[in-house]
């Protein structure tokens, strides 16, 4: 099987390797009529597929979507789950509440082969499977990267999009369990499942362009294998705790060092000749269990807790899976209009109201925390004014709370002067002091010289490239999950003055807890934690 995987990846298209000045031949969505089941729609556009064989387009480059309206309504992750380790994979989920909560309308329009759009239905989660174009390279992910992922994108065609992830800090060396994403990988599913309000879709996408060696025939072949594989019946998945055990659990880097990291940012802090006011670090937690961990399963239990947060998973051919529940926006963009948020602090959640209520306002009026959280609103201001004609902070703080803890929070809107700035945006905002610290490079070099280990996707943007939209999360509250490894659990924590090294640790602990407590993953009595920690 990874045999052949590695055959496929060799033959998928690379759209980076592309002209970003020259424009795609065709951008296309065609809609067919509704079915009412997933094996229906399969069927529909596998005769739509055989259709497409006969008449070949003329063009020498495009993109082609088939999508096939589902009257039931069905799980985008239930989906993914029922097509087991066909890879590459990924998935996809926006925050359910927050069209409330900010105004955003997220109504898609989708057309039908007449160009009528006359029905919308709220996109809940995207899953996919295959490539129809990949966008990955090791160098740092640049404007060019962006134009060439832009080129097979219009606003025209809404749900044409490239699903992807790009590195905390691409000049870092890529440790092995890191290489099969490169320094960025992106791409536009083959197969894809939508789960709307109300109903679903089932869609394949063929991209093609002679320029890069892969023609319509290569295209629509290995269109064809992929859809050999998918599976049309579907599951429901129990969302419950697996009951796991843990083998054994490691930190990198474990409680001793951790002290001498902190110690050592405070210090840097309080130098008056250092430029250095926070610094965010990191902890890699390995876990090994008793038997191997579904990543997808995995993530269908943290939807649990999934309110108000982003699911994502990504996973290229040959590698783990990058799989998490972030709270954190790092920007939303529709047309011109842009928004970003400021998340800072961390707090337990309450065993009681009268609790709860007690440990919001102990957030709200720490002097250490409103340092933490003022200098990520203020940075993250000062990046969107840049770009913007008009920027808006309110609320400027507040509480947001999340199942199982609580942040300072502040929303952040403005408009771009032209779209162009979308990459702009997207290289200043990234990373923010929530993940990295102030200043930028100071932190970032800090980081560096400190952490013993590969961040990879983690902390850095995940999310997804559209025509007239874009919406990336920070890749926080997440985990790479590698076959016959366990997972690698990451967290962190932002060093201001005043921080206490224990303190951040437990931190750690309370981030951490939404992986390991959804899955029951308890250590054996006769094992020994301690005896475990990883000593460099």
């Known amino acids: ?177 890191w290489k099969a994403f490169g320094s960025f990988c992106f791409m536009v599913p083959q197969v894809e499942f939508d789960e709307l309000e109300g109903s679903s879709m089932l869609a ?46 490691t930190h990198v880097p474990n409680k001793t060092h951790w002290d001498l990291a902190v110690k050592k940012a405070l210090q840097a802090i309080n130098t008056s000749t250092s430029e250095l006011v926070k610094v965010v670090l990191a902890r890699s937690s390995r876990i090994l269990t008793a038997t191997n961990i579904d990543p997808i399963a995995w993530l269908a239990c943290l939807q649990v807790e999934g309110e108000d947060a982003y699911q994502f998973c990504l996973q290229p051919p040959n590698g783990p899976a990058f799989v998490g529940n972030t709270p954190e926006l790092l920007f939303h963009r529709k047309w011109l209009s842009i928004s970003s948020e400021a998340l800072a602090a961390t707090r337990a959640r309450g065993e009681s109201r009268a609790l709860d209520l007690q440990i919001e306002h102990d957030l709200l009026s720490s002097p250490k925390d409103h340092l933490e959280f003022t200098v990520v609103r203020e940075n993250i201001q000062n990046k969107l004014e840049s770009v913007c004609d008009r920027v808006v902070v309110e609320p400027k703080k507040t509480v947001r709370k999340l199942p199982r803890i609580q942040h300072l929070y502040a929303q952040l809107t403005g408009n771009l002067r032209k779209e162009d700035d979308e990459f702009e945006i997207l290289s200043s905002l990234h990373p923010t002091p929530a993940v990295c610290g102030l200043p930028k490079e100071a932190a970032r070099l800090f980081i560096s010289e400190t952490e013993m280990f590969d961040r990879g996707m983690y902390a850095g943007p995940v999310g997804w490239f559209g025509g007239g939209e874009s919406e990336f999360a920070v890749g926080i509250r997440s985990a790479l999950v590698e076959k016959d490894s366990g997972a690698l659990i990451y967290a962190g924590a932002g060093i201001v003055e005043g921080s206490n090294p224990s303190s951040e640790w437990d931190e750690l602990e309370l981030k951490t807890s939404q992986c390991t407590k959804l899955l029951q993953l308890e250590v054996p009595r006769h094992s020994n934690v301690e005896n475990l920690e990883i000593i460099y």
């Open 1 to 177: 099987m990874f045999g052949n995987e590695a055959r496929r990846v060799v033959a998928w298209m690379n759209g980076c390797e592309g002209d970003p000045k020259l424009p795609v031949g065709s951008i296309e969505t065609r809609t067919l009529t509704v079915v009412p089941s997933p094996s229906k729609a399969m069927e529909r556009l596998n005769v739509a597929i055989r259709e497409l064989k006969c008449s070949p387009p003329p063009l020498t480059s495009g993109i082609l979507r088939l999508q096939v309206p589902i009257e039931e309504q069905i799980e985008a992750i239930e989906w993914l789950h029922a097509q087991h380790d066909n890879l590459p994979r990924c998935f996809f989920s926006g925050r359910r509440s927050r069209a409330n909560r900010n105004g955003f309308n997220l109504l898609m329009d989708i057309g039908n082969e007449n160009g009528d759009t006359s029905f919308t239905n709220n996109l809940v989660g995207v899953a996919g499977v295959g490539s129809a174009v990949f966008f990955q390279q090791l160098h740092p992910f640049s404007y060019h990267d962006w134009r060439s992922i832009k080129r097979f994108l219009s606003p025209k065609c809404p749900l044409i999009r490239a699903y992807g992830a790009i590195r905390f800090d691409a000049t870092a060396n890529i440790s092995p369990e």
């Open 204 to 249: 394949t996408t063929i991209a093609w362009d002679n320029a890069l060696s892969w023609t319509w025939d290569e295209a629509i072949r290995s269109l064809e294998t992929t859809m050999q594989q998918i599976a049309s019946v579907v599951v429901k998945l129990k969302k419950e705790a697996s009951g796991e055990s843990i083998l054994s659990k």
